[in-house]
T-cell receptor, first 117, second 117 residues
Framework: AQTVTQSQPEMSVQEAETVTLSCTYD???????LFWYKQPPSRQMILVIR??????QNATENRFSVNFQKAAKSFSLKISDSQLGDTAMYFC??????????????FGKGTHLIIQP | GAVVSQHPSRVICKSGTSVKIECRSL??????MFWYRQFPKKSLMLMAT?????????EQGVEKDKFLINHASLTLSTLTVTSAHPEDSSFYIC?????????????FGSGTRLTVV
């Protein structure tokens, strides 16, 4: 069974700063997908970024980027130029197999990120 | 984009009654849908995988007789909490995968807050 670990229950940074959220996972599979989801107070799950394990290049989406270290099974999220709207719970998630969408996600416990004005 | 509509957003029911939660894919066909449960300030836990036209697959520890899942069409999956008790109070979220995670990932409904009194 896969496990996803987020060791930072809460983080707080000033607006415009850069923050990195950590995530490690454990799996015996070779092909898999990793995600970061954002859950604001509305509780709607919003996809932040996605990484495919067979791709060595780290995924980037505007101010969001990941540091994917497959051998170390590490998948951290970096948020640059943080904004007040980034305040939310952030969940790291994993799905295995071929990515055909037949399997659900395994989530970490989440990191509550607070952006201070 | 792909939208998953979940209703109701909030429901309060009396102990011993049953409650149905609906999850609809509005602009795509969802062969597979997933149901998650989220306790306050906790992570999402996968409860079951719902496949159109076949029985749902439940995760270990989830009572299939209490949480009835029906996926009768490619656009609708329902979760019925039977004989609800206060401990069933939680936030329930549905999700669908779109034509392979590698292309589209997962999209989530807005969730249902169930309170059993």
């Amino acid at each position: 069974a896969q496990t996803v670990t987020q060791s930072q229950p809460e983080m707080s940074v000033q607006e415009a700063e850069t923050v990195t959220l950590s995530c490690t996972y454990d799996t015996s599979e070779n092909n898999y997908y990793l995600f970061w989801y954002k859950q604001p107070p509305s509780r709607q799950m919003i996809l932040v970024i996605r990484q495919e394990a067979y791709k060595q290049q780290n995924a980037t989406e505007n101010r969001f980027s990941v540091n994917f270290q497959k051998a170390a099974k590490s998948f951290s999220l970096k948020i640059s130029d943080s904004q007040l709207g980034d305040t939310a719970m952030y969940f790291c998630a994993f799905t295995g197999q071929s990515g055909g969408g037949a399997d659900g996600l395994t989530f970490g416990k989440g990191t509550h990120l607070i952006i201070q004005p | 984009g792909a939208v998953v509509s979940q209703h109701p957003s909030r429901v309060i029911c009396k102990s011993g009654t049953s409650v149905k939660i609906e999850c609809r894919s509005l602009d795509f066909q969802a062969t597979t849908m997933f149901w998650y449960r989220q306790f306050p300030k906790k992570s999402l836990m996968l409860m079951a995988t719902s496949n159109e036209g076949s029985k749902a697959t439940y995760e270990q520890g989830v009572e299939k007789d209490k949480f009835l899942i029906n996926h009768a069409s490619l656009t609708l999956s329902t979760l019925t909490v039977t004989s609800a008790h206060p401990e069933d109070s939680s936030f329930y979220i549905c999700s669908a995968s779109l034509q392979g995670v590698s292309n589209y990932g997962y999209t989530f409904g807005s969730g249902t807050r169930l309170t059993v009194v």
